[in-house]
């Protein structure tokens, strides 16, 4: 089985930056992706940003220029820099670690952003 915890999260004034970590334990499979998703209140959850094992990193137009996705060497632990935050990027935030088409998810951790 895998864990994943994320933690990061918490609260921030419009234009500010946080870091989101999310580790994984037990165990670690050769995951072919990691990613960070979001779901906003009444809202459907979205990607915000994915890292493939090939390096490719795709990212949300919303966030764009803004929030930057990497990993660790061992890929166990992947961050979300998030920098000139906004009163939209409210939401709890979900780490997800890929194994071909089987996803694990994080509990999540709530980042808000005061205007």
């Known amino acids: 089985q895998v864990q994943l915890v994320e933690s990061g999260g918490g609260l921030v004034q419009a234009g500010g930056s946080l870091r989101l970590s999310c580790a994984a334990s037990?165990?670690?499979?050769?995951?072919?992706?990691m990613g960070w998703y979001r779901q906003a209140p009444g809202k459907q959850r979205e990607l915000v940003a994915t890292?493939?094992?090939?390096?490719?990193?795709n990212y949300a137009d919303s966030v764009k220029g803004r929030f930057t996705i990497s990993g660790d060497n061992a890929w166990s632990t992947v961050y979300l820099q998030m920098n000139s935050l906004k009163a939209e990027d409210t939401a709890v935030y979900y780490c997800?670690?890929?194994?071909?088409?089987?996803?694990?998810w994080g509990q999540g951790t709530l980042v808000t952003v005061s205007e």
């Open positions: 997800n670690f890929a194994l071909g088409q089987i996803g694990y």
């Open positions: 890292l493939t094992r090939g390096g490719n990193r």
């Open positions: 037990g165990t670690i499979f050769r995951f072919s992706g």
